[in-house]
């Protein structure tokens, strides 16, 4: 995919913005607060429809009411195509062409961008949710029905919830027959999540760890490691997570909350044998960030037949 041209008006700190990159290698050289994320941003709000920092209202330049982007692209079999994007105080409204879109989640894997900036810390150092994130982010560019899946199993997980915690008084088996649709959701929806990140986590292992050593000019050994909240039984995600649901009802009722799922899982990454997120530098964490991004590239470059974007902020920073 190429960006052909950004345009925008009255986006962050720009009153007026005319960017058309080269093909190739682009280097954004500035001082600080001149604005070069708030560039990235424009870009990223073309491909996803939504920018990375903060709400909508957020992107309106300060003082004004209304803001415009529009983003043209060529894609896969020199296709092009153009987003507009309309910003409002409290509305923001899409374009696709001249087809205006109804919601965001259209846009999603039309247009593959990969972002990487200092907000990436939180995957090597942070909680689970951020490596998540990551995850679901990759196997959603090349796969939108994975995305809906993630989505019908959020809902149920919401609904699941509710039901956990409005009949905790109720007796047990009242409870049971509430929630059981709903468990039985989860674990179909929960199966198929579990086995496409296993099934992820694997193809990223030799890549991520050819990018650290190129990135880090140092011969070491890079592990990721898959761990999810419940374990296959067999090779049965789905009856594993049967079985944890199992052993997990009482604490379950007493707490009103799910406590079983793939919304609860998490990759563990490890240099030379030790844990990153607990025991890794800042310049290794950050390194390894940088190579999950690129394997993420290539990934999608394979899989897709076309190589996606990469937006980097701050490439040079915390790096050893």
């Known amino acids: ?176 027959e509430k929630i059981r649709p709903w468990t039985e959701s989860l674990i179909g929806y929960g199966a198929l999540i579990c086995a496409r990140r296993e099934a992820m986590t694997q193809e990223l292992q030799g890549r991520v760890g050819e990018f650290y050593r190129m990135i880090a000019g140092a011969e070491q050994e890079v592990e990721i490691v898959y761990q999810p909240n419940a374990r296959a039984l067999e090779g049965s995600y789905a009856d594993g997570l049967r079985a944890a649901y199992e052993r997990a009802w009482e604490k379950e009722r007493q707490r009103g909350i799910t406590l079983v799922g793939p919304h609860l899982d998490d990759l563990v990454m490890k240099v030379g044998g030790v844990e990153l997120r607990r025991f890794g530098s800042r310049g290794e964490q950050k390194t390894a960030v940088l190579a999950l991004r690129v394997a993420q590239v290539e990934l999608i470059a394979e899989k897709r037949g076309e190589r996606p974007v990469l937006l980097v902020d701050d490439v040079f920073s915390d790096l050893d």
């Not at 190429?2 to 990159?21: M, T």
């Not at 190739?24 to 996803?48: D, M």
């Not at 043209?72 to 696709?96: D, Q, Y």
């Open 1 to 176: 995919m190429l960006i052909e041209r950004v345009e925008a008006y009255n986006f962050r700190s720009y009153a007026e913005l005319d960017f058309g990159p080269g093909a190739g290698l682009n280097l954004v050289v500035g001082e600080n607060a001149s604005g070069k994320t708030n560039l990235l941003e424009a870009i990223y709000l073309g491909a996803y429809g939504k920018g990375f920092r903060g709400a909508d209202a957020d992107l309106l330049m300060w003082g004004q009411s209304r803001a415009e982007l529009t983003a043209n692209f060529e894609v896969g079999g020199g296709v092009h195509k153009t987003v507009h994007v309309e910003i409002r105080a409290r509305s923001k409204s899409l374009f696709l062409g001249n087809k205006k879109l109804g919601r965001r989640q259209d846009l999603v894997g039309q247009f593959p961008v990969v972002l990487s900036g200092a907000w990436d810390f939180d995957i090597a150092a942070g909680d689970p949710r951020a490596r998540r994130r990551y995850i679901d982010g990759l196997l959603g560019l090349l796969s939108p029905a994975y995305l809906v899946t993630l989505r019908d199993y959020t809902r149920a997980l919401k609904q699941r919830n509710l039901l956990l915690n409005e009949f905790r008084e109720a007796s047990a088996d009242v409870l049971q």
